[in-house]
């Protein structure tokens, strides 16, 4: 069975920093690629990040470039998501999701889900 679980969240001042964790289990973690999306309230869930095992490819939406950094520890089957410099509209729930191989930026096409975790930045 594929679980997926995040942790890492919490109240953070903005500036602050925060790391996310995904801790994967229940498939093949040298072959796949693991998406972090967020969803703020009343908005539509947004892709932020992606890690493909295949070549090591990352991928970072605009507005958190410079900002996130993703990583993945195989020996742990985990990967991170470290925020730096948390802005107010940071503020939602964190999500890491897997599909096969490569990433995409349309969460519609990873097949497990986490149960997300909370992060809020306050002003």
């Known amino acids: 069975e594929v679980q997926l679980v995040e942790s890492g969240g919490g109240l953070v001042q903005a500036g602050g920093s925060l790391r996310l964790s995904c801790a994967a289990s229940?498939?093949?973690?040298?072959?796949?690629?693991i998406g972090w999306f967020r969803q703020a309230p009343g908005k539509e869930r947004e892709g932020v990040s992606c890690?493909?095992?295949?070549?090591?490819?990352?991928y970072y939406a605009d507005s958190v470039k410079g900002r996130f950094t993703i990583s993945s520890d195989n020996a742990k089957n985990t990967v991170y998501l470290q925020i730096h410099s948390l802005k107010p509209e940071d503020t939602a729930v964190y999500y890491c999701?897997?599909?096969?191989?490569?990433?995409?930026?349309?969460?519609?096409?990873?097949?497990?889900w986490g149960q997300g975790t909370q992060v809020t930045v306050s002003s």
């Open positions: 890690i493909s095992s295949s070549d090591g490819s990352t």
């Open positions: 229940g498939f093949t973690f040298d072959d796949y690629a």
């Open positions: 999701a897997v599909r096969g191989t490569f990433c995409e930026s349309d969460y519609g096409q990873y097949d497990y």
